[in-house]
């Protein structure tokens, strides 16, 4: 398509999907040395969702997630023009989960990519798909955020396995004809000389000569919890308070902030410091962990269906992960 006259970007439709085995604090107790209460404490986590490696992972979760957003907003797959799916933990490096997932939901010969910002994938892939059609050269996008994180835990170790779960969010984008509606105001940003601090290593060479006697296993993700949580706790802040300052926004302006559940310390902690509201920066972390790229599309999708937000309500979605990178995304739905 040629450029076109300014438009707007409407949410046509959400989706989610989770494995149906649970993986709670207690089973945690049998495996290695913690207990629920220390995990509860520390985290809020009381249980996250699993995939079963035989039949389960990020296509088949990305597949469901967005077949969902397409039934809610009455489309088939044969309407998307481009597909986005955010993750860190494809199942394939070749091809990619959204060329699998177009091909299973009928969408060829739509455009597909993956995009990898770890736990900002969801909102990294919205803020994309949303400016695609808003420059007139798209006009429907499926916007997927998924990880299995289980794929890439060492569940002999305490300090990172008790935090991740498994999970997918979708979103459907479409054009619309009002230029009011969408996404209001973007920031994604990044910062590399981090990226140690959270980092799954394949090769040996890839480990920093710090955490050569790092006992995790290669090929599972290996975390700097100090460093990780500071920086998880100011970027939260200061990208909530640069979303509400970039758009003159103040807290009451806004239906609810959809925010990365990473741990729920850190997310009561910017909570307080910027004062919302706790029914306005609601929780799930308690039943589904942290779920890296899918974490903020789940619970989009649940606050959606629960009737949270909707038509004419301003959502602002914000996250941080590795990379390091961090993102928000203010929309008038």
């Excluded at 455009?111 to 420059?135: H, K, M, P, Q």
């Excluded at 004809?177 to 981090?194: E, L, N, T, V």
């Excluded at 509400?244 to 410091?273: M, Y």
């Amino acid at each position: 398509m040629s450029a076109v006259s300014p438009c707007g970007v409407r949410l046509a439709g959400t989706g989610s999907a989770v494995p149906p085995r649970v993986l709670h604090n207690r089973d945690l107790e049998r495996m290695m040395d913690t207990t629920d209460e220390w995990i509860t404490q520390r985290t809020g986590i009381r249980e996250r969702r699993i995939c079963d490696p035989r039949t389960e992972g990020t296509f088949t979760l990305g597949r469901d997630a967005l077949a969902r957003a397409l039934d809610e907003a009455g489309m088939k797959g044969s309407d998307l023009d481009l597909i986005i799916c955010g993750t860190c933990t494809p199942e394939m490096a070749c091809p990619s989960n959204a060329c699998r997932i177009a091909a299973a939901l009928d969408a060829t010969p739509a455009a597909a990519f993956d995009l990898t910002a770890a736990c900002c994938g969801f909102v990294y892939s919205l803020n994309v798909g949303e400016s695609l059609i808003r420059s007139g050269r798209f006009r429907s996008v499926g916007v997927i955020g998924v990880d299995a994180m289980s794929t890439a835990i060492d569940y002999d170790d305490r300090s990172v396995s008790i935090l991740f779960g498994d999970a997918a969010g979708a979103a459907v984008l479409v054009r619309d004809d009002d230029p009011g509606k969408g996404c209001i105001y973007q920031r994604m940003h990044a910062d590399g000389r981090g990226w140690a601090s959270l980092y799954i290593p394949r090769r040996e060479q890839e480990v920093p000569a710090d955490d050569r006697e790092n006992p995790i296993r290669l090929g599972c993700l290996r975390m700097n919890g100090r460093e990780v949580f500071k920086f998880a706790v100011n970027r939260f802040r200061e990208t909530v308070e640069d979303a509400l300052a970039g758009t003159g926004l103040s807290v009451d302006d806004v239906a609810q902030f959809v925010c990365h559940q990473s741990n729920l310390r850190i997310i009561e902690a910017a909570r307080e410091r910027i004062g919302i509201p706790s029914e306005k920066m609601p929780v799930n972390i308690d039943r589904f962990g942290n779920s890296s790229a899918g974490s903020a599309g789940l619970l989009l999708d649940q606050l959606r269906k629960d009737g949270k937000c909707g038509a004419g309500d301003t959502v602002v979605v914000v996250a941080f992960g590795g990379g390091m990178t961090w993102a928000s995304s203010v929309w008038r739905l």
